[in-house]
């Protein structure tokens, strides 16, 4: 039995039609694929202070399998200090664009870390340039994070801002001898006003890195704030829970805490940095 001619003309010109129709749609709206809506509500804000040079430094690398948040706070002669906090924001950025690293976060951690303090050794003279950071990760609704100086990683949940992490400190350094007997009530108070940091990146030696014990448990409308000493030694702590519980998007409070800094009457403000995320 054979096919009418008219038939395989009608079916030709179907097929022509429809080849129209998908060139007319690729040229149309392209072969991009429709973006996916992010897991993430993210802000991010920052203030020179009273400062001449801008040393703090964030970033951000969100990806299918999570989400990495950075903020370094550099020190240093001239331009010493923001080189080397930029120096860690690119060294995490790098390490986290591969998925890879957020399946073994404390690893990935310390690579990042030992890696910025190698390029910081070999691209400055030993103490031109150094820098504290705090990295966080969510994955899966679990919060990792890990520091080395004095940058502060804080969760808000039920209207009250929780320290997570402690901390290089000399101050934070005597609280713990104390606590461990290793230090007298009397030396340990004789060192608790002291802000001093013991380790930090940029150095021979590379000391430890303070690590999460085990990952925290997001619910949920929490905000995880990672911020610089600047913003937590300025404004009140009461304050800042205040800014995070008014309505507004996470730029929005990015925004409001860093006016803290602004709006404060003290001297000689610091740099002052800080990133939100809620999941």
């Not at 997570?164 to 004789?190: C, D, F, I, R």
Request: aromatic share 10%; net charge negative.
């Amino acid at each position: 039995m054979t096919i009418p001619e008219h038939t395989i003309i009608g079916l030709s010109l179907l097929v022509l039609i429809l080849i129209g129709v998908r060139i007319w749609l690729q040229i149309r709206f392209g072969n991009k694929a429709p973006k996916r809506k992010s897991e993430w509500d993210i802000g991010v804000s920052k203030t020179i202070g009273d400062r001449e040079i801008q040393e703090d430094e964030y970033g951000i690398c969100e990806t299918e399998d999570g989400l990495m948040a950075i903020v370094a706070d550099g020190m240093g002669k001239h331009f010493g200090g923001k080189i080397a906090s930029r120096i860690v924001v690119e060294t995490f950025q790098e390490i986290f664009q591969d998925r890879s690293s957020f399946y073994n976060p404390q690893y990935s951690f310390r690579k990042a870390f030992q890696g910025a303090n190698r390029e910081i050794l070999n691209k400055m003279e030993n103490g031109q340039g150094t820098a504290s950071a705090a990295a966080v990760m969510i994955k899966d609704r679990r919060l990792y994070y890990a520091v080395v100086g004095n940058v502060q990683v804080a969760v808000y949940r039920k209207q009250e801002l929780v320290p997570v992490s402690s901390g290089h400190t000399v101050h934070m350094l005597a609280k713990q001898k104390y606590e461990e007997g290793k230090l007298t009530k009397q030396e340990a108070v004789s060192l608790l006003g002291q802000h001093r940091l013991y380790n930090f990146i940029g150095q021979d030696g590379f000391h430890n890195i303070e690590f999460f014990d085990t990952p925290i448990q997001l619910y949920g409308g929490e905000y995880v704030v990672v911020m610089t000493d600047g913003l937590y030694e300025t404004a009140r702590w009461k304050d800042m829970e205040d800014c995070l519980e008014e309505e507004g998007s996470c730029q929005e409070k990015a925004f409001g805490l860093v006016e803290l800094v602004n709006r404060s009457m003290e001297e000689d403000r610091d740099n002052a940095a800080v990133v939100v995320v809620r999941c």
